[in-house]
């Protein structure tokens, strides 16, 4: 028996054993510091009432997906906190072209998100609102072939569920259906690209946010609120008075204590504030 050839070949399968878990710990290591980076995108991002945080969360964020991320939901949760980022930068900055950059990497982000695992209805739904905000930006006239695949969109973050297994219909406070309500209520009556103005479902979709979110400091979203007052204040007389007291009670809710009306959200909260306000003060 030739001994040497057979110690030869034991040795070559250990040290393909030994490469293949090594670089599996390498992996392991890369995927372990890109966690604890993304904690710290989460912490400016946390921080982002001062822009400067935002900005420096999202750079942070891109600098991580030039990285392997071994882990597709680790990759996905990146993609979904530099989307988060450019949203609210692109709701932040002053110039109209920064607006619409903004907003666009934000959609693009989430996108990537949702081609990386379908499953999840954060990609979905983050796309969707960037892509409302573009609209709203760029003018609705403009960006009106957009729309059906902003109402396509919302409406697939409603039929999956979240990273932690909650309905998609709940996310950001049913943001689903506050986008598809204030979609509806600001499309014209005639789209040949896709959904038109339709006040009954705008108001279906804004009524079903508020009642399902409303009393719970967890979910409750002000804008909420906002958007379905501002589609009763387009009504009759005794909807213009709803949408008055809709808008004073929640002025009063959150000038009593900002932070705690979403402690997740309060500086959304504060935004939002400063839009009940404008929106009331038409109405008086």
């Not at 932040?92 to 903004?102: F, G, I, M, Y």
């Not at 072939?145 to 396509?152: I, N, R």
């Not at 909420?224 to 007389?237: F, I, M, Q, R, T």
């Amino acid at each position: 028996m030739h001994i040497q050839p057979i110690l030869g070949a034991a040795f070559a399968v250990l040290a393909s054993i030994s490469f293949i878990a090594n670089s599996q710990s390498i992996a392991f290591a890369d995927d372990s510091a890109i966690e604890s980076s993304l904690n710290k995108v989460t912490a400016l991002y946390a921080g982002r009432q001062s822009l400067p945080n935002a900005q420096e969360a999202a750079k942070l964020a891109d600098s991580l997906l030039t990285q392997k991320i071994e882990d597709e939901e680790l990759e996905y949760k990146v993609l979904i906190a530099s989307s988060k980022a450019y949203y609210w930068i692109g709701g932040h900055v002053a110039d109209k072209d920064s607006k619409l950059k903004n907003f666009d990497t934000a959609k693009e982000r989430a996108l990537k998100a949702t081609r990386l695992i379908d499953d999840y209805a954060e990609g979905y739904y983050f796309a969707a609102i960037a892509l409302g905000k573009w609209g709203l930006t760029n003018g609705i006239f403009n960006s009106l072939k957009q729309s059906g695949d902003l109402e396509a969109l919302a409406k697939k973050a409603q039929s999956r569920e979240t990273l932690d297994g909650q309905p998609g219909v709940s996310i950001d406070g049913n943001g689903p259906d506050r986008t598809l309500g204030r979609m509806y209520f600001k499309l014209p009556a005639i789209n040949p690209f896709g959904p038109t103005g339709d006040r009954a479902k705008a108001l279906f979709h804004l009524e079903r946010a508020v009642k399902e979110t409303e009393n719970n400091s967890n979910t409750r979203v002000a804008l909420n609120s906002v958007y379905l007052a501002e589609v009763l204040a387009d009504g009759k007389d005794a909807e213009k008075s709803r949408a008055k007291q809709i808008l004073k009670s929640l002025i009063e809710q959150i000038e009593k204590d900002p932070a705690a009306y979403n402690p997740n959200k309060t500086p959304e909260t504060l935004d939002e504030l400063k839009e009940a306000k404008e929106l009331l003060s038409t109405l008086n």
